[in-house]
């Protein structure tokens, strides 16, 4: 039997498993509960948020869902054990696509196996906005250009946020990057290259290239602006919310002391986490941004002069 075949089968096998022991959970044919920690990852793109969800989902206690609101109109990504057929269900992703609070009542923070003391999954800003909003206008209609908009959540039944600001006992895991200028051209990078990295939902490009980009130093200062006005309007949303701000640079840095704070904060266990995620190649910003001295300079009167200090 080859490798591939093996691994195939397996991945059947635990696949198959899983989704029969979830079919006698949630019909209580088996012992389940809801007594669990509900949580989300809400970030922005680029923030690590891949990195943290596969750390979490590494977790034996944890069912660590990946991007549910992701603009997939045919399919919801679960990414875990037993959830395949589920993510192609129509019914469950015309759910999704229509009544995202019943969405999350019916098919995620269900009753969960004995084991499992927390569920979680990520959210970007940008996800399943059913009020107009302010990035939605100029200058930001750039934003948008890349990304398939099929599904209007201004169309759906229930308003996900507005629940999700409800529902305090749900914990916050607010993950950001202090560095936005990095931010940005790890965005534009993956834009321009197809390259989001293992495990993520635009997939991987497996050009050895090194690409390059050029920054409009006024498309910088309004992006920041706005990423610093998003940061504030969660924090506020979610201020009535058990809350947990960690950064990029922390994870990357203080890696096992962040991890434990995150296990600490979804009261699970602590646990050393592995990753299959894939750290992107580190190269100087003067070496990626084609007129970096030209947008140095232009920033130089601005708070955000302090983004180029490598």
Known sequence: MSTSLFHKLRWRAH??????????????????????????????IRTGSTMLRS????????????ELFHLFPDNVPFDVKGYKQKGGNPEVVQRRNTDPV?????????????????VGFKL????????????????????????????????????LWGYLAEETD???????????????????????????GAGATGGVNEDD???????????????FEAKRQMQEQIEERFSDHRLLAVTYEQLVENRNQMLRHVQEFIDVPIRPLQTETEKQRKR????????????????KRTPWIRFFEE
């Open 15 to 44: 696949e198959y498993s899983a989704r029969a022991q979830n079919w006698l959970i949630e019909n209580q044919w088996l012992p389940g509960h809801h007594d669990y920690q509900r949580f989300i990852i809400v970030c922005d």
């Open 55 to 66: 750390f979490l989902a590494d977790h034996p206690s944890v069912r660590m869902f990946f």
């Open 102 to 118: 019943k969405f999350l009542k019916t098919d995620v923070f269900t009753r969960q196996p004995l084991f499992v003391q927390a």
């Open 124 to 159: 970007l800003y940008t996800q399943a906005r059913s009020q107009h909003m302010w990035w939605q206008d100029p200058p930001y209609e750039r934003w948008w250009t890349h990304i398939d908009r099929s599904v209007d959540w201004k169309e759906t039944t229930s308003d």
């Open 170 to 196: 749900i914990a916050i895991i607010h993950l950001t990057r202090e560095n936005l200028l990095k931010q940005k051209v790890s965005a534009q990078l993956a834009k321009k290259t197809g390259h989001w």
């Open 209 to 223: 290239a090194e690409p390059t980009v050029s920054l409009n130093p006024k498309h910088c200062y309004e992006d």
């Open 284 to 299: 100087p910003l003067s070496r990626v941004i084609e007129n970096y001295d030209v947008l140095r300079r232009e920033m």
